[in-house]
């Protein structure tokens, strides 16, 4: 009877470890996320302020505006899963590009002060989400190695763990700095 319970101890101990790595690594993703989605949700809050800024402005870029305008709808749902947030991420992040570049058709927009304003928080929230973004990846990227490797991918199907997608960071959008403003 000893040997059965040195047996089961020599089994469940190491399962119980790698149990817990995964449970561990799980829980890093699921902070990584709430970083993440803090992050876009303060993004997400903004894009109406840009619109009301640089709607009287732009008067031959409505088509980017109104889809933006509904991209912001689709990520204010709370029907969106995790794939489907990160790609519409990815489009509302080329919309962005898309605006700002048109902004610089527009001189009276990029030096008025509300655009000033408004742009260094897009810029002050870039910079949260591209390094909210490497930790998430990075935490990822363990966790997802964790479940595919043995024993862990073993246990991680008892748990019913899945892996996780990366978040594309496409870098900074907003590539008009008030510095490089020219106000003649």
């Known amino acids: 009877m000893d040997i059965r319970l040195i047996a089961a101890g020599l089994i469940a101990t190491p399962a119980i470890y790698f149990c817990n790595k995964l449970v561990q690594r799980k829980n890093e993703v699921d902070n990584a996320t709430k970083s993440i989605n803090t992050s876009l949700q303060e993004r997400y809050d903004l894009i109406p302020d840009l619109i009301d800024t ?32 990160i790609e519409l991420n990815n489009k509302i992040t080329g919309t962005l590009k898309q605006i700002m570049e048109a ?15 408004l742009q260094k928080k897009w810029t002050d929230i870039e910079d949260r989400l591209s390094a909210s973004g490497k930790v998430y990846n990075n935490v990822v990227m363990d ?42």
Not at 103 to 117: A, C, E, G, W
Not at 173 to 184: H, V
């Open 54 to 85: 640089v709607k009287s402005y732009m008067y031959y870029e409505c088509d980017a505006l109104i889809k933006l305008t509904r991209m912001h709808a689709n990520a204010l749902s709370y029907n969106i899963g995790e794939i489907e947030k």
């Open 103 to 117: 902004v610089k058709k527009y001189p009276d927009l990029k030096s008025s002060d509300n655009f000033l304003q």
């Open 143 to 184: 966790y997802n190695n964790a479940i595919i490797s043995f024993p862990g991918n073993l246990l991680a199907e008892l748990l019913g763990y899945k892996t996780k997608a990366i978040f594309e960071v496409r870098g900074e959008f907003l590539n008009i700095k008030p510095q490089s403003l020219s106000y003649n």
